[in-house]
């Protein structure tokens, strides 16, 4: 009941914002994106096409913003900002004469109205799966305020690999056919592209194909983007290439784990180590699940910090523990996240990957409420670098 005033609140905010900066978003075709996973990729991918193909294009994702070919920080933990900000960009990409803005939505702003008055040429389901419940407190919510984009966009484009498709008849059956276009990996359409692994990163390149062709771009001019496609910071990114790998991932859901780990557990010759950690005042019950999956997967596994925010870590690490059943998985608890990746790097041996997820290209780590400077990236070099792998350029 206090969320719902609350909103009524974000809501007011919304509208005043719309109102300072006269409506932007009406001169731009709007894409948006939204699902529990893969948005941040599937935005990227939309906006290098439409840019490799001509059209004058901004975005703004969890990874910041890129207006007129400008890039901007959005803030710590920041995917859909506030309207006001939002409102801000989108003034900023007409200015730069952009016709298209690629957005990535969540949840919690499409429940708190921060893209009212925002219209939606179209809208992009991922996937919908084991995320937020300590938001939205139930899967129905949940599943419901996701579906929010879908209802104000003229077009969809949803994933019909997910489980939740089944769950979208009523959107489905107030479109047009061509206003409901579906993707799925059965899809024949073929391209190359060296970074794009696992089926996961295949579906959301399917979705970002399928917006692509809604938009009127050719297969040819797609497959061409797709080639020279780079991931975003953060995503599968091979940070380190020799006689072991270091990976670094943003997945932080069961599902993310599922998808990542099955995809890289092939490719891994020697061990699979798992660092990791789950945000506090998040989520909860996804905890033992991230454990589970991550057992089923990887033989050795660091439980760690991420964003603990007021609550103990260790009790956050316990909870995760809680999941795993395997017998044979090695488990060391570490709460502090720099301690645990030095760790697991020390301990890689030739032919071993360290997989490292949940943080990524952020640049803060809550604690106790207080945002304090973090560097994944920068953690990893020197713990390269304290074991004497001092190159950590990538083959």
Same mark, same amino acid.
């Given at each position: 009941?206090w969320?719902?005033?609350?909103?009524?609140?974000?809501?007011?905010?919304a509208?005043?914002s719309?109102?300072?900066?006269?409506?932007?978003?009406? +001169?731009?075709?709007?894409i948006?994106?939204t699902?529990?996973?893969?948005?941040?990729?599937?935005?990227?991918?939309?906006?290098?096409?439409?840019?490799?193909?001509?059209?004058?294009?901004s975005?703004?994702?969890?990874?910041?913003a890129y207006?007129?070919? #400008?890039?901007?920080?959005?803030?710590? *933990?920041?995917?859909?900002?506030?309207?006001?900000?939002?409102?801000?960009?989108l003034?900023?990409?007409?200015?730069?004469?952009?016709?298209?803005?690629?957005?990535?939505?969540?949840?919690?702003?499409?429940?708190? *109205?921060?893209i009212?008055?925002?219209?939606?040429?179209?809208?992009?389901?991922t996937?919908?799966?084991?995320?937020?419940?300590?938001? *939205?407190k139930?899967?129905?919510?949940?599943?419901?305020?996701?579906? +929010?984009?879908l209802?104000?966009?003229?077009?969809?484009?949803?994933?019909?690999?997910?489980?939740?498709?089944?769950?979208?008849?009523?959107?489905?059956?107030?479109k047009s056919?061509?206003?409901?276009?579906?993707?799925?990996?059965?899809?024949?359409?073929?391209?190359?592209?060296?970074?794009l692994?696992?089926?996961?990163n295949?579906?959301?390149?399917?979705?970002?194909?399928?917006?692509?062709?809604?938009?009127?771009l050719? $297969?040819?001019?797609?497959?061409?983007?797709i080639?020279?496609?780079?991931?975003?910071t953060?995503?599968?990114?091979?940070?380190y290439?020799?006689?072991?790998?270091?990976?670094?991932?943003?997945?932080?859901?069961?599902?993310?784990?599922e998808?990542l780990?099955?995809?890289?557990?092939?490719?891994?010759?020697?061990?699979?180590?798992?660092?990791?950690?789950?945000?506090?005042?998040? $989520?909860?019950?996804k905890?033992?699940?991230?454990?589970?999956?991550?057992?089923?997967?990887a033989?050795?596994?660091?439980?760690?910090?991420?964003?603990?925010?007021?609550?103990?870590?260790?009790k956050?690490? $316990?909870?995760?523990?809680?999941?795993?059943k395997k017998?044979?998985?090695?488990?060391?608890?570490?709460?502090?996240?720099?301690?645990?990746?030095?760790?697991?790097?020390?301990m890689?041996? +030739? #032919?071993d990957?360290?997989?490292?997820?949940?943080?990524?290209?952020?640049?803060?780590?809550?604690?106790?409420?207080?945002?304090?400077?973090w560097?994944?990236?920068?953690?990893?070099?020197?713990?390269?670098?304290?074991?004497?792998?001092?190159?950590?350029?990538?083959?």
């Amino acid at each position: 009941m206090w969320q719902k005033t609350k909103n009524l609140y974000h809501l007011f905010v919304a509208v005043s914002s719309n109102i300072l900066f006269h409506f932007p978003a009406k +001169k731009l075709t709007i894409i948006g994106v939204t699902g529990t996973d893969g948005k941040t990729t599937t935005v990227n991918l939309i906006y290098h096409i439409l840019k490799s193909s001509g059209k004058s294009v901004s975005m703004l994702s969890s990874v910041g913003a890129y207006i007129g070919g #400008k890039e901007y920080d959005t803030g710590f *933990h920041v995917t859909t900002p506030s309207p006001f900000s939002l409102q801000s960009f989108l003034r900023k990409a007409v200015v730069a004469k952009s016709e298209y803005f690629v957005l990535e939505v969540t949840s919690h702003a499409l429940d708190q *109205h921060r893209i009212w008055g925002i219209p939606i040429k179209v809208g992009v389901l991922t996937n919908i799966t084991h995320e937020h419940l300590d938001y *939205h407190k139930t899967f129905e919510n949940y599943l419901n305020t996701k579906l +929010k984009l879908l209802q104000i966009a003229d077009c969809d484009v949803v994933n019909r690999d997910d489980p939740s498709y089944k769950l979208l008849t009523r959107i489905k059956n107030s479109k047009s056919d061509s206003n409901w276009v579906t993707y799925g990996l059965s899809d024949n359409f073929r391209f190359d592209s060296e970074v794009l692994l696992g089926d996961f990163n295949r579906s959301n390149a399917l979705a970002a194909v399928s917006v692509c062709r809604v938009l009127g771009l050719s $297969d040819k001019e797609i497959d061409m983007a797709i080639k020279t496609f780079k991931m975003p910071t953060g995503r599968l990114d091979y940070v380190y290439e020799k006689d072991f790998s270091v990976v670094i991932d943003f997945a932080h859901t069961p599902n993310a784990f599922e998808q990542l780990l099955s995809s890289l557990r092939p490719k891994v010759k020697g061990r699979l180590i798992h660092v990791f950690g789950s945000a506090g005042e998040r $989520d909860s019950e996804k905890r033992p699940l991230m454990g589970k999956v991550s057992s089923d997967y990887a033989d050795i596994l660091f439980l760690t910090s991420e964003d603990p925010r007021s609550e103990d870590a260790n009790k956050i690490i $316990d909870e995760i523990e809680s999941g795993i059943k395997k017998k044979d998985v090695k488990v060391f608890k570490i709460a502090d996240r720099k301690e645990a990746i030095t760790a697991a790097i020390k301990m890689a041996d +030739k #032919k071993d990957m360290v997989l490292i997820t949940g943080k990524a290209h952020e640049k803060s780590m809550n604690y106790s409420g207080k945002e304090e400077p973090w560097d994944e990236y920068k953690i990893v070099a020197e713990a390269l670098s304290n074991r004497g792998n001092n190159d950590t350029s990538k083959k």
